[in-house]
């Protein structure tokens, strides 16, 4: 069965400050994806990422993927309070995806 | 931009009663997903949907759930008797099928039994 790990679970972080949040998943896949969420809402695509080396970047968030390591890693730069929400990693084998259990981040002036 | 529709955003109902999630998704998209939140918590996977047939399914899509595309452009998600523990954010997700493609997510329907 496919297995999605994220870490860490929850996140505080200073303004400014870098950090790197950890997707470790249990089988070879096909896509991996990055998204965000706010409370209440729906989940945003950020990235889709294909195959190994693969490193998207869209402001401060940077995701890379080692399909090898069968992980994934999401790079926050300069943390701005506007980049607080929850970010969740998702792993598609054969069109079945399965969700991380969510890193809450939470940035602070 | 094209989008995945869900209805209705909020749904109340009586424990022991049935109920019909409704999703529209985007029109040349292959394959449909419905994925469960329970508030705050992951994001967990009911089943997937593909050719008119479930794909996959997880341990939680028990005899109490099914899902159909009726005419073609819906895709409903039916709870037959609903619990206290099925209150939660229903969402909806469709995707192309093919590589390098994201998966669309609709705005959810909170369900809450009562």
């Known amino acids: 069965e496919l297995k999605v790990e994220q870490n860490p679970l929850f996140l505080s972080m200073q303004e400014g400050k870098n950090y790197t949040i950890y997707c470790n998943y249990s089988?070879?896949?096909?896509?991996l994806y990055w998204y965000r969420q706010d409370p209440g809402k729906s989940l945003e695509s950020l990235f889709v990422?294909?195959?190994?080396?693969a490193v998207k970047q869209e402001g401060r968030l940077m995701a890379s993927l080692d399909t090898k390591a069968r992980l994934s890693t999401l790079h926050i730069t300069a943390a701005v309070h506007d980049l607080s929400a929850t970010y969740f990693c998702?792993?598609?084998?054969?069109?079945?995806?399965?969700f991380g259990a969510g890193t809450r981040l939470t940035v602070k002036p | 931009e094209p989008e995945v529709t869900q209805t209705p955003s909020h749904q109340v109902t009586q424990m022991g009663q049935e109920v019909i999630l409704r999703c529209v998704p985007i029109?040349?998209?292959?394959?449909f997903y419905w994925y469960r939140q329970i508030l705050g918590q992951k994001v967990e996977f009911l089943v997937s949907?593909?050719?008119?047939?479930?794909?996959?399914k997880s341990e939680i899509f028990d005899d109490q759930f099914s899902v159909e595309r009726p005419d073609g452009s819906n895709f409903t998600l039916k709870i037959r008797s609903t619990k206290l523990e099925d209150s939660a954010m229903y969402f909806c997700?469709?995707?192309?099928?093919?590589?390098?493609?994201?998966?669309?997510f609709g705005q959810g329907t909170r369900l809450t039994v009562v």
């Open positions: 998702a792993v598609d084998r054969d069109n079945d995806m399965r």
């Open positions: 997700a469709s995707i192309v099928g093919t590589m390098n493609t994201e998966a669309f």
């Open positions: 949907f593909y050719n008119n047939e479930i794909s996959e």
């Open positions: 990422l294909l195959s190994n080396g």
């Open positions: 029109s040349n998209h292959l394959y």
């Open positions: 089988t070879t896949s096909d896509r």
